[in-house]
């Protein structure tokens, strides 16, 4: 199986929470990663979490990790049109000279 | 401050014709890295160069070289170009390697 999966599409209305899941197979993840894609341009770096920790908020997002199951979420509150994009889990490891690999993203389509 | 710059932008092939592609970044960080973006398929690893000097393979080199010619630069060459290499090329930096990618805005590849 692949080392990162998502699902590829979540369609949220204006104004409600959106939620992204990732699950990952490799117990020695160190840093996880979420990154965004907007149309047309590369992944911007939206937050990341170490896998000491259980959660981290900032602003709008919260990052939520379950290192037993191997699950990570993005929680966006108030999701807002410009939120649409494409949103990328990814892990990294020392074993794997900390290079992410990235999951195949999922699509967030933000309707009014 | 331009960050991570990749040229050109677009770019189309025939069969068997070769190309570079070129990426530099002024932010002076250590590591570069090459991915292609495929519909689906997320971003996968071709080459990264770890610090100046250095390339290494990543997920799927086959078909491409690359060359760190300085700090700033790192280029991908398609020798030989096939269509199955039709993709969004894009080259990212980072200061460690632990740390957040930079992404530039991506080569969109077609080989006819």
């Known amino acids: 199986g692949e080392d990162v999966e998502q699902s590829l599409f979540l369609s949220v209305r204006e104004g409600d929470s959106s939620v992204i899941n990732c699950t990952y197979t490799d117990s020695s993840s160190t840093y996880l990663y979420w990154y965004k894609q907007e149309p047309g341009a590369g992944l911007q770096l939206l937050t990341y979490?170490?896998?000491?920790?259980d959660m981290k908020q900032d602003q709008r997002l919260t990052v939520l990790l379950n290192k037993k199951d191997k699950h990570l979420s993005l929680r966006i509150a108030d999701t807002q049109t410009g939120d649409s994009a494409i949103y990328f889990c990814?892990?990294?490891?020392?074993?794997?000279?900390?290079?992410?690999?990235f999951g195949r993203g999922t699509s967030l389509i933000v309707h009014p | 401050n331009a960050g991570v710059t990749q040229t050109p932008k677009f770019q189309v092939l025939k069969t068997g014709q070769s190309m570079t592609l070129q990426c530099a970044q002024d932010m002076n960080h250590n590591s570069m890295y090459w991915y292609r973006q495929d519909p689906g398929m997320g971003l996968r690893l071709i080459y990264y160069s770890a610090s100046e000097g250095t390339t290494d393979k990543g997920e799927v080199p086959n078909g491409y070289n690359v060359s760190r010619l300085n700090k700033r630069e790192f280029s991908l060459r398609l020798e030989s170009a096939a269509p199955s290499q039709t993709s969004v090329y894009f080259c990212a930096s980072s200061a460690q390697g632990k740390e957040k990618l930079f992404f530039g805005s991506g080569t969109q590849l077609s080989v006819l």
């Open positions: 979490i170490f896998s000491n920790m």
């Open positions: 990814a892990e990294s490891r020392a074993g794997g000279s900390y290079i992410p690999t």
